[in-house]
């Protein structure tokens, strides 16, 4: 059984950062896609950012490129997601989520993860 918690959110002000974590246990790390989704009060599931680590692929929102970078430290069995440049609008539930056997263009659709995460809060504001 796949466990996922994230850690690291809290409350940043405009501008600033924050590094998401997401501790992996269980599953065969090795073959593993993960992704961060977020949700903001009163709006969907979005996905974020997203990798496929065997074939390199990444993926990113339009919303979070040059800014958000997603990364594993596969000997700790964590994911990361670099979060800079923070805006109030990135105020959200962010989850970490992994599945297998994805394709690339599937990175982006949640219904292709597995396992999710609690999700961590992120709130930007002055």
């Known amino acids: 059984q796949v466990q996922l918690q994230e850690s690291g959110g809290g409350l940043v002000q405009p501008g600033g950062s924050l590094r998401l974590s997401c501790a992996v246990s269980?599953?065969?790390?090795?073959?593993?896609?993960n992704a961060w989704f977020r949700q903001a009060p009163g709006k969907e599931r979005e996905f974020v950012a997203g990798?496929?680590?065997?074939?390199?692929?990444?993926r990113y929102a339009d919303s979070g490129k040059g800014r958000f970078t997603i990364s594993r430290d596969s000997a700790k069995n964590l994911v990361y997601l670099q979060m800079n440049s923070l805006k109030a609008e990135d105020t959200a539930i962010y989850y970490c989520a992994t599945g297998y056997n994805l394709r690339a263009p599937e990175l982006g659709d949640a219904g292709r993860y597995n396992y999710w995460g609690q999700g961590t809060q992120v709130t930007v504001s002055s």
């Open positions: 990798a496929r680590w065997a074939g390199g692929n990444i």
């Open positions: 269980g599953g065969p790390f090795g073959t593993v896609s």
